[in-house]
């Protein structure tokens, strides 16, 4: 179940998740280190945790799986663990719980990883050992933990207005291609869906199966600012025909008329991006949308949502070798050339800006950039196993939820893979959701 090739030797897998771990970790404290100790502990928003809570928890995570569960040992602090667990502690009830501030997180963080590496250079990583840790499983866990902590924070950053916050952006976008509305054929049959066993993955990825797709168009790219602008003046968020009875209720509710972050001056369209006012590009995929936004944007356009299955099939399969890729471009990890992701832009990049990272389709950016909602909701595939906690998963399965696909540009490559599984309410807009449409081939269409 590990990411790591299973030729590496112990000392090598040990060694490689130290570093891993590392990385993650300078990444994670570079994000924060410009924001005030108030920024640091307010609750910016009742969706959303105090980001020194995530701090806490990242840590606390990271000691029960490495220290306690895989390495057999107690707890540092046994009491922080109701504090940081997501279950017993909503996000609501985060900000009046007796959480670790700054000076006292960031030492915990310390310590618990001094203790993880103690516990990972003596690890049994061989593939006799407990699944837990047979190939450095429970590292990657740990990892991608923490990774996917940090596009969280990222949104919680996105919603702050306390103060301004000013991101350490090492990645120029480069300028965008074809914009049109061009779509992509997929011819119907059948393709592997779900991760195989020779790479991490969450248990709600497995177990990989045959899935039999019929022949549809999806759009070469995501749907653009541009796109959404023309929806608005059309008068689409007025307009009943174009919206589902649950999305209906909510825009007039929550009297949603525009994007998440969007601000209108007269004919002229603004977002508020990490503190900035800034004109809407026209050109950068739409982000910050709800499913209900995306849902009643493809019936205004004669379209729909892709499927999970149609979306990943797309993305990940090549007919020509009748194999399945674990990015879009390919297996490798994508090149900042082929996927706007990694955290490092701070930002969409324009549509067409990738077309070396284009699927065997044709489909660009399938990979970062936006979080693409499908018409699927949460289900567990047949043979679905929970490990190695049935809580990751389990919960969510035939909830509200709708699957989202592709990672964005604040998802750190290994969260970015074709089979990951993101999942979340229909109404939330928080997260760096975007959307491209679909419809189905015709016959003899092609």
């Given at each position: 179940?590990?990411?790591?090739?299973?030729?590496?030797?112990?000392?090598?897998?040990?060694?490689?998740?130290?570093?891993?771990?590392?990385?993650?970790?300078?990444?994670?404290?570079?994000?924060?280190?410009?924001?005030?100790?108030?920024?640091?502990?307010?609750?910016?928003?009742?969706?959303?945790?105090?980001?020194?809570?995530d701090l806490g928890h990242i840590a606390n995570f990271e000691e029960l799986w490495i220290v306690q569960r895989a390495g057999g040992r107690e707890p540092s602090r046994e009491e922080l663990g109701s504090?940081?667990?997501?279950?017993?502690?909503?996000?609501?009830?985060?900000?009046?719980?007796?959480?670790?501030?700054?000076?006292?997180?960031?030492?915990?963080?310390?310590?618990?990883?001094?203790?993880?590496?103690?516990?990972?250079?003596?690890?049994?990583?061989?593939?006799?050992?407990?699944?837990?840790?047979?190939?450095?499983?429970?590292?990657?866990?740990?990892?991608?933990?923490?990774?996917?902590?940090?596009?969280?924070?990222?949104?919680?950053?996105?919603?702050?207005?306390a103060e301004r916050y000013t991101p350490p952006q090492r990645i120029q976008l480069s300028d965008g291609g074809e914009t049109g509305s061009g779509m992509v054929f997929v011819a119907g049959g059948p393709?592997?869906?779900?991760?195989?066993?020779?790479?991490?993955?969450?248990?709600?990825?497995?177990?990989?199966?045959?899935?039999?797709?019929?022949?549809?168009?999806?759009?070469?790219?995501?749907?653009?600012?541009?796109?959404?602008?023309?929806?608005?003046?059309?008068?689409?968020?007025?307009?009943?025909?174009?919206?589902?009875?649950?999305?209906?209720?909510?825009?007039q509710s929550e009297r949603i008329s525009r994007p998440l972050y969007w601000e209108r001056d007269g004919d002229d369209f603004y977002v508020r991006s990490f503190g900035e006012v800034v004109p809407v590009?026209?050109?950068?995929?739409?982000?910050?949308?709800?499913?209900?936004?995306?849902?009643?944007?493809?019936?205004?356009?004669?379209?729909?949502?892709?499927?999970?299955?149609?979306?990943?099939?797309?993305?990940?399969?090549?007919?020509?070798?009748?194999?399945?890729?674990?990015?879009?471009?390919?297996?490798?990890?994508?090149?900042?050339?082929?996927?706007?992701?990694?955290?490092?832009?701070?930002?969409?990049?324009?549509?067409?800006?990738?077309?070396?990272?284009?699927?065997?389709?044709?489909?660009?950016?399938?990979?970062?950039?936006?979080?693409?909602?499908?018409?699927?909701?949460?289900?567990?595939?047949?043979?679905?196993?929970?490990?190695?906690?049935?809580?990751?998963?389990?919960?969510?399965?035939?909830?509200?939820?709708?699957?989202?696909?592709?990672?964005?540009?604040?998802?750190?490559?290994?969260?970015?893979?074709?089979?990951?599984?993101?999942?979340?309410?229909?109404?939330?807009?928080?997260?760096?959701?975007?959307?491209?449409?679909?419809?189905?081939?015709?016959?003899?269409?092609?």
């Amino acid at each position: 179940m590990s990411v790591r090739a299973p030729d590496l030797t112990a000392g090598t897998v040990r060694e490689e998740a130290i570093q891993s771990l590392e990385r993650a970790r300078r990444r994670t404290l570079e994000l924060i280190e410009p924001l005030s100790e108030e920024a640091l502990n307010k609750v910016h928003d009742p969706l959303m945790s105090p980001i020194v809570w995530d701090l806490g928890h990242i840590a606390n995570f990271e000691e029960l799986w490495i220290v306690q569960r895989a390495g057999g040992r107690e707890p540092s602090r046994e009491e922080l663990g109701s504090v940081y667990d997501p279950f017993t502690a909503p996000r609501r009830e985060r900000g009046a719980l007796p959480y670790l501030t700054s000076e006292q997180c960031f030492a915990y963080m310390d310590a618990v990883r001094e203790r993880a590496i103690d516990c990972i250079q003596h690890a049994d990583v061989s593939g006799g050992a407990d699944p837990l840790l047979a190939g450095g499983f429970v590292f990657d866990l740990v990892l991608r933990h923490e990774q996917q902590h940090t596009e969280t924070i990222l949104q919680t950053l996105q919603i702050m207005t306390a103060e301004r916050y000013t991101p350490p952006q090492r990645i120029q976008l480069s300028d965008g291609g074809e914009t049109g509305s061009g779509m992509v054929f997929v011819a119907g049959g059948p393709f592997e869906m779900g991760a195989d066993a020779g790479s991490f993955a969450y248990d709600n990825e497995r177990p990989s199966h045959m899935r039999e797709v019929a022949s549809l168009w999806i759009d070469a790219l995501p749907v653009t600012n541009a796109r959404m602008c023309e929806f608005i003046e059309d008068g689409g968020y007025e307009r009943r025909e174009f919206w589902s009875e649950e999305g209906w209720g909510w825009t007039q509710s929550e009297r949603i008329s525009r994007p998440l972050y969007w601000e209108r001056d007269g004919d002229d369209f603004y977002v508020r991006s990490f503190g900035e006012v800034v004109p809407v590009d026209p050109s950068n995929p739409v982000c910050h949308v709800s499913w209900y936004e995306a849902d009643a944007y493809a019936r205004y356009a004669g379209k729909r949502l892709p499927t999970e299955a149609e979306w990943e099939k797309a993305a990940s399969w090549d007919p020509s070798s009748s194999t399945k890729r674990r990015y879009a471009c390919g297996d490798k990890r994508p090149a900042a050339e082929q996927a706007n992701v990694d955290q490092l832009a701070f930002g969409t990049a324009p549509a067409g800006a990738c077309p070396d990272g284009a699927s065997a389709y044709g489909a660009q950016q399938m990979i970062g950039d936006v979080w693409e909602w499908t018409a699927s909701g949460f289900d567990a595939y047949d043979g679905f196993e929970a490990f190695p906690y049935p809580e990751y998963s389990e919960p969510f399965f035939g909830g509200p939820f709708r699957v989202l696909k592709g990672g964005s540009w604040a998802t750190q490559p290994e969260a970015a893979t074709c089979t990951f599984r993101n999942w979340d309410y229909r109404e939330r807009r928080q997260i760096f959701a975007g959307f491209r449409c679909a419809r189905d081939a015709k016959d003899g269409e092609a």
